[in-house]
């Protein structure tokens, strides 16, 4: 969204106004249903995840069904935004992962009908 000076704006989003997609996905991760996250996305999306990128549903299936049941974690909803089209949802993460405890934002960029495009993980930001 831009400003009547062209400068990017954002907005701050409460967990029940995220879309449908990034609600799925967290739920569905949570649950560990691949195949709810799988129908999350594009055939064409891309993730990005740990310095790697996974370019397509088959590329994403196979990053989705190696890392889905890897750890048993919490999440905790620290606040969200959305700027430029992109929605921002930032999440605690403890559970039995090395090191125990992160801060994590979730990025999705969606399409028309809402379906995941790109998905990108950051640092959490600070709400």
């Known amino acids: ?52 990128t996974f370019h397509g549903l088959d590329e994403i299936r196979s990053w989705i069904s190696g890392s889905i049941d890897l750890f048993a974690t919490t999440l905790t909803f620290l606040g969200a935004r959305e700027v430029d089209g992109m929605v921002g949802a930032s999440y605690r993460l403890e559970g039995d992962f090395p090191g125990g405890v992160a801060e994590l934002e979730y990025q999705f960029h969606l399409d028309a009908e809402g379906q ?11 709400f």
């Not at 995941?116 to 959490?124: G, N």
């Open 1 to 52: 969204m831009l400003g009547t000076e062209g400068k990017t704006m954002s907005r701050t989003l409460r967990n029940e106004e995220l879309p449908a997609a990034a609600l799925g996905f967290v739920d569905g991760w949570q649950g560990r249903d691949a195949g709810k996250v799988e129908a999350l996305f594009t055939e064409t999306a891309v993730v990005s995840d740990q310095g790697e």
């Open 116 to 126: 995941i495009v790109r998905l990108d993980f950051a640092p959490a930001q600070s």
